[in-house]
């Protein structure tokens, strides 16, 4: 039917995979690196730290990924000092006019409230005697956290983490409403131009699988990496006589 | 101010269109759920390996794909269907696309949740129900689910309040829930900002609403449980 025309949308589809890819992995990595420095103020026992992190985390895991990318695309324009600034070519507030920076930056805010969370749950859960032991060694706070309390954390925060890697990639899905031709933008397309809906949805799905299993994989290698101590050990089993 | 007063009757039929969505979703993707973990667990390998192929599969491909997938294929599929039977085809309705799309992704979700929770209930308890005679449906409806409830619960409401935000895509086939009065709104008055905002404060209400209802639904299910507590 029209696998010629599949075919012939190679290029495209390659193009919306390596948007999807980039969105992907920036605003993964951006979040994560965000996320430690709010994750350490989200645990603090003081409500002034603890409060405007908690506010933000709240209000972007309380509303769909949709709705902050529209915000941050078509809802910022609202604001008169914005377009003003717009109109005087200020070079950083005019990444708020791209699509794909807008997008990047919805990604990022997000997937960082998660992050925060989860790895907050991971700092939460830190044994009592790993922080008694840094401070029986006379470990500055500082050398602690780095030391100590940072990496236990990010091991026990690997397997919960590694959903939110999954979601995120589907999540950029929907940047196709910014106008962005991404793995689905490309796919819209060809539906829009041979209307043929299976042929188009079902190969950017396949595509979106491939990826879903690559990550999961990745995820996994980590997994053994870091968390090799927990393990379960090999042990000899006697032979029932 | 004033355009968000013009807009309100809109947003609020908007928002019941997204509370009907998300109710209706999750009630078919619950019922999913436990028919996916109960065939997990079932044994049987057509069953297992059915059920597995459904999870596997729905959490490798986004929501949008799948829905976009159902909603124009789905019209096409009707089409000849109709034309083979030599009737009109309906229209494809994108409530009712949304509805079967996310209720059919999440119970995928709900799946591993009940087949975890299935799991967390000890296998005495079965076999007590068995010894004393209670045919599967009753055994299934007093013995293993009050019990595996209270184990679901927390990730069974978490599955809710993701299937609830996920809800807001379905505005982009064009179904009018409060996203896409919102948007419609913000573009007629030029003042999207404050559209978006009064959308997210219905989300924001839903979700945070369902959390207070987990910790009450959590007492109600764990009240033949005494819990270790921690001095």
């Excluded at chain 1, 769909?64 to 990318?69: E, W």
């Amino acid at each position: 039917m029209s696998y010629q025309e599949l075919i012939q949308a190679f290029p495209a589809y390659a193009s919306g995979l390596w948007i999807t890819i980039q969105l992907t992995l920036i605003s993964l990595a951006l979040g994560l690196l965000l996320a430690i420095p709010l994750a350490i103020l989200r645990v603090s026992p003081r409500r002034a730290v603890c409060g405007p992190v908690a506010a933000y985390t709240w209000f972007i895991r309380g509303t769909p990924l949709l709705a902050q990318l529209m915000i941050v695309y078509y809802g910022f324009g609202q604001f008169e000092w914005l377009q003003a600034a717009w109109q005087r070519g200020n070079p950083v507030l005019l990444l708020f006019r791209d699509p794909f920076y807008c997008a990047l930056f919805a990604l990022t805010a997000n997937t960082c409230a998660y992050t925060t969370e989860i790895l907050a749950g991971a700092l939460r859960s830190t044994p009592f005697g790993e922080i008694e032991a840094a401070q029986a060694y006379g470990m500055s706070r500082l050398t602690a956290w780095r030391r100590i309390l940072l990496p236990s954390a990010l091991r026990r925060f690997i397997p919960a983490y590694s959903n939110e890697v999954i979601l995120m990639l589907h999540g950029t899905s929907i940047v196709s409403a910014v106008t962005i031709v991404d793995l689905t933008g490309a796919a819209r397309d060809f539906y829009a131009n041979y209307y043929a809906p299976f042929e188009a949805f079902i190969a950017a799905g396949t595509v979106y699988f491939g990826l879903t299993t690559i990550l999961a994989f990745l995820i996994r290698m980590t997994e053994r990496k870091y968390l090799a101590h927990l393990r379960p050990h090999r042990v000899a089993v006697p032979a029932a006589s | 101010m004033s355009e968000l007063h013009e807009y309100f009757p809109a947003l609020l039929r908007g928002a019941r269109v997204t509370l009907l969505l998300a109710v209706l979703s999750v009630l078919l993707s619950v019922c999913l759920g436990l028919a996916g973990a109960l065939a997990k667990q079932s044994g049987s390998r057509m069953l297992v390996s059915t059920a597995t192929a459904y999870t596997t599969l729905i959490r490798g491909v986004p929501e949008f794909v799948m829905m976009l997938l159902v909603f124009y294929g789905g019209q096409i599929l009707i089409n000849h269907i109709a034309a083979a039977l030599g009737f009109h085809a309906p229209d494809v309705n994108a409530f009712v696309t949304a509805v079967l799309t996310i209720g059919f992704i999440f119970g995928a979700y709900y799946t591993e949740t009940f087949r975890g929770a299935m799991l967390g209930v000890p296998r005495g308890q079965m076999e007590a129900a068995q010894a004393y005679g209670f045919s599967p449906w009753l055994a299934f409806r007093r013995i293993l689910f009050p019990q595996m409830m209270r184990l679901a619960l927390p990730a069974a409401v978490n599955n809710w309040l993701v299937l609830l935000k996920t809800t807001a895509i379905a505005s982009l086939i064009g179904l009018h829930d409060v996203m896409f009065v919102a948007d419609q709104a913000g573009r007629t008055t030029q003042a999207p900002m404050t559209f978006y905002l009064a959308a997210c404060a219905l989300y924001l209400t839903l979700t945070t609403g369902s959390t207070a209802c987990l910790s009450r639904a959590r007492t109600r299910y764990s009240k033949g449980v005494r819990e270790g507590r921690l001095q």
